[in-house]
């Protein structure tokens, strides 16, 4: 008898096996055509000069990574990313926690508040760039307005010609439109959380913050993972293009 249920539950096994490895298949052969064998030539072709005017393919090693490495141009590249990507990623965090949190707090008109905090994600990038563009437009453009009308500015200033503002006015405009998506999967995350876990926690004594910082941020934390981390440069591209 045991041994039936053994043979049973083996075979049970098997083509449950069987039949989730037929539902990888096509995406791991998707996954390695489209990712893994460009990456893999590229790795390949990083360790040749090749070049479209000159016939041949010599070795030359990690001669272009010495040469990339030694570029101040790419190392300067580099730089405006990292500063790029750190403060994009507090200013989503930040801005979509505090996001999440105001609209789990709303009980009236939850649907139309949500529906305006998602519209600058579901906007093409382009025409966010396009937006922003005209808004930092130095002749006419509404920050210059408003930063005239306040008397902080006196002329037309050209925002992009400093390295730092252009780089934080960038981020915003990335911020602008990928904190909805985090606001969004974070407060699912919190309207998933028991209200019978803070009920207790205030029965213990447990403060505001404590419920905050015991409850709220670990039980979001699958949230904080589902997150998309995917940094698009096209808003950019399109902001700092030569003749905008």
Not at 59 to 71: A, H, S
Not at 148 to 172: C, Q
Not at 180 to 207: C, E, F, H
Not at 212 to 228: C, H, N, V, Y
């Given at each position: 008898?045991?041994?039936?249920?053994?043979?049973?539950?083996?075979?049970?096994?098997?083509?449950?096996?069987?039949?989730?490895?037929?539902?990888?298949?096509?995406?791991?052969?998707?996954?390695?055509?489209?990712?893994?064998?460009?990456?893999?030539?590229?790795?390949?072709?990083s360790?040749?000069?090749?070049?479209?005017?000159?016939?041949?393919?010599?070795?030359?090693?990690?001669?272009?990574?010495?040469?990339?490495?030694?570029?101040?141009?790419?190392?300067?590249?580099?730089?405006?990313?990292?500063?790029?990507?750190?403060?994009?990623?507090?200013?989503?965090?930040?801005?979509?926690?505090?996001?999440a949190?105001?609209?789990n707090?709303?009980?009236?008109?939850?649907?139309?508040?949500?529906?305006?905090?998602?519209?600058?994600?579901?906007?093409?990038?382009?025409?966010?760039?396009?937006?922003w563009?005209?808004?930092?437009?130095?002749?006419?453009?509404?920050?210059?307005?408003?930063?005239?009308?306040?008397?902080?500015?006196?002329g037309?200033?050209?925002?992009?010609?400093?390295?730092?503002?252009?780089?934080?006015?960038?981020?915003?405009?990335?911020?602008?439109?990928?904190?909805?998506?985090?606001?969004?999967?974070?407060?699912?995350?919190?309207?998933?959380?028991?209200?019978?876990?803070?009920?207790?926690?205030?029965?213990?004594?447990?403060?505001?913050?404590?419920?905050?910082?015991?409850?709220?941020?670990?039980?979001?934390?699958?949230?904080?993972?589902?997150?998309?981390?995917?940094?698009?440069?096209?808003?950019?591209?399109?902001?700092?293009?030569?003749?905008?």
């Amino acid at each position: 008898m045991a041994s039936a249920l053994t043979r049973e539950k083996t075979r049970r096994f098997g083509g449950e096996a069987s039949l989730g490895i037929a539902f990888v298949i096509p995406m791991v052969v998707i996954m390695g055509g489209l990712v893994l064998l460009p990456l893999l030539s590229t790795m390949i072709d990083s360790v040749y000069n090749v070049s479209p005017m000159r016939a041949g393919t010599p070795f030359v090693g990690f001669k272009n990574y010495i040469d990339l490495f030694n570029n101040t141009t790419v190392n300067q590249s580099w730089r405006n990313t990292f500063y790029y990507v750190v403060l994009a990623v507090v200013l989503e965090t930040a801005g979509g926690l505090a996001t999440a949190l105001l609209l789990n707090k709303v009980q009236i008109g939850r649907r139309w508040l949500l529906a305006a905090v998602v519209l600058p994600w579901c906007l093409p990038p382009v025409v966010n760039a396009v937006v922003w563009m005209w808004i930092y437009n130095p002749s006419y453009g509404l920050l210059t307005g408003v930063l005239h009308s306040t008397g902080l500015l006196t002329g037309p200033t050209l925002f992009f010609n400093n390295r730092y503002v252009m780089l934080f006015l960038v981020t915003l405009v990335h911020v602008w439109r990928m904190m909805p998506l985090t606001a969004v999967i974070l407060l699912a995350a919190l309207q998933s959380i028991p209200k019978d876990l803070y009920q207790a926690a205030r029965l213990d004594g447990a403060s505001s913050f404590k419920c905050f910082r015991l409850i709220t941020l670990p039980l979001i934390s699958g949230g904080w993972r589902l997150r998309s981390a995917n940094q698009r440069f096209l808003p950019s591209t399109c902001l700092t293009k030569p003749g905008s």
